[in-house]
């Protein structure tokens, strides 16, 4: 402990737990400014969160952890909290990440927990939970992060009447998602924020700090159509029609399963369309370059995705020809997963 910050962590740490007898141990960072520490006490676990008040506001963590946990969702008890210095005491869910578990062979079966657990967090009184709203300005905004990002570190500037389409088709897309039932949206539900519990059927939710009201399609794209790994097609279509089939009545109504499919895709098209964008900003704004390597696997999503509609031709086109060329010089091609 050498640094101011450890030593208000130390001392912290210390007045909880009313002696300095435990151990402390960093963990590998993540995408924001948090960073995580082992804390070792005798024969007990804990998870310490570090999010330094002038980087991050943990109190939004603190306030959706805190409401999950009252609601029965497997997320991490809070033992210890001082949100002036940005410091947590959580519950350790260990280090089994699903992403680390997921094989073809594996994987059915524990989507399908997924999928359970999902359907919990939707059936969640969302006007309880005081969360902000996926609205029409947050879709967009999203999606403007590919136009601000990725095209500049591609070197392309569209022009007044290709700015038009892309705005147009932003304008589609955000529409389409907005008629969907809006439910609480995890917002980064995937295999590498999912937990495998020891003794526990339930996985360990992680990341959920901005979650949303929003589309019930959302967090279904999240797992099935994961930035950091793919399923053949034809598994990731009946993952859909399950997870439908669990949908309640009213999320079926004048909304079969090609409707909800579609509902799925137009999401996808969104979700990936952002994380363009975003995965170039880790990269040039925040030095974090890894996410780079998972680029053409989510530019080869959006591709498929932006042929089941044909309001977005234009944009499909203008991706094929204008983009596609100078982003496989830049971030490299991808070959499908097919069985």
Not at 110 to 138: E, G, N, T
Not at 211 to 217: E, F, L, M, Q, R
């Amino acid at each position: 402990m050498n640094t101011q910050r450890e030593q208000l962590i130390q001392q912290w740490l210390t007045t909880l737990f009313e002696t300095d007898q435990f151990k402390i141990s960093f963990l590998a960072g993540d995408a924001s400014f948090r960073r995580y520490a082992r804390i070792k006490l005798n024969d007990k676990a804990f998870m310490l969160m570090d999010a330094p008040p002038d980087k991050e506001d943990c109190l939004p963590f603190v306030k959706i952890d805190e409401f999950f946990d009252q609601q029965g969702l497997r997320v991490p008890h809070i033992h210890g909290k001082d949100l002036s210095q940005g410091l947590l005491l959580l519950e350790d869910f260990g280090d089994n990440l699903l992403s680390s578990y997921l094989e073809q062979h594996t994987v059915d079966a524990y989507y399908q927990q997924c999928f359970k657990q999902l359907h919990q967090l939707q059936a969640i009184d969302a006007s309880a939970a005081d969360l902000p709203l996926y609205d029409y300005a947050m879709l967009m905004r999203e999606m403007q992060l590919l136009s601000d990002w990725l095209l500049p570190a591609l070197q392309i500037e569209p022009t007044v009447a290709e700015q038009q389409m892309i705005a147009q088709s932003y304008d589609f897309v955000a529409d389409q998602v907005l008629q969907q039932p809006q439910v609480i949206v995890h917002r980064d539900f995937h295999s590498r924020n999912l937990m495998i519990l020891a003794d526990e059927t339930d996985l360990g939710i992680i990341d959920f700090q901005d979650a949303v009201i929003g589309a019930d399609s959302y967090d279904l794209i999240s797992l099935t159509r994961d930035a950091y790994v793919q399923w053949p097609a034809a598994q990731v279509e009946q993952w859909f029609a399950d997870f439908y089939a669990l949908l309640p009545a009213t999320s079926k109504q004048q909304r079969d399963l090609q409707h909800f499919k579609r509902d799925a895709d137009v999401m996808s098209i969104q979700r990936h369309i952002k994380i363009l964008g975003i995965f170039v900003r880790l990269a040039v704004r925040d030095g974090k370059r890894n996410y780079l390597n998972d680029m053409p696997r989510v530019m080869w999503y959006l591709q498929q995705e932006l042929k089941t509609f044909p309001e977005l031709a234009a944009f499909a086109g203008y991706i094929d020809e204008v983009v596609l060329p100078k982003f496989v010089t830049e971030f490299g091609d991808y070959q499908e997963v097919t069985a």
